[in-house]
């Protein structure tokens, strides 16, 4: 999310080993294509196969403009663009990809935090882990939305980002803090919604 930490070769590098997992990833879920129009299309199943398809998208766009603007892995294809706005698409759908993706792991964190509580044999009903793990939500999604506006993610996604201006670097610890909390921020807000969701439709509301 910010190469001036790394270069931009390993910036590139790295490009290429996310999108290899991204392809696998959807190689191993390829059978959710094949099952998008069957069965009950619920509300949360529609929030959910709209979030993957976007991120689909979003992933794919980041992909190709990285390949067109690159300077290092794919210069010697001879395709590279100079376009300010291929550019801008692609730190655009890099921070989209970014929360949606924490979006798609949203929809996923009931059932992993109870593998979680599973392998650790926590009581999930237990007083103490629910005020912790309502604490620690709070907390995270507050700093998170904190951080998100100080690092300028609506600017960032609206592609409104100036390349000359990007201010005072922090620390490279500051800075996995911040997106951190940031992906975990999308990820509890997306559970809380959806926990919402299931209060609804078990009170017959939709």
Known sequence: MNYRYIGN????????????LFILHNMLNWRWYGYFFKGKQSLRRILMNLTNLLLVVAMVTVFVTGVLISVTVFAPLGIRSSSLFMHELHQGSAYASFILAAVHLGFHWEMLVAKCKNWLH???A??????????VSIIVITYGIYASFVNQIGDNLLMQHNFAGWGAEISLRGFLLDYFAIMGCYVGITYYLLQVLNIKKQGGLY
């Open 9 to 20: 070769s390993s910036h590139e590098i790295g490009g290429v080993v996310l999108a290899l």
């Open 126 to 135: 237990s007083r103490g882990w629910i005020i912790m793990s309502r604490s």
């Open 122 to 124: 926590i009581d999930g």
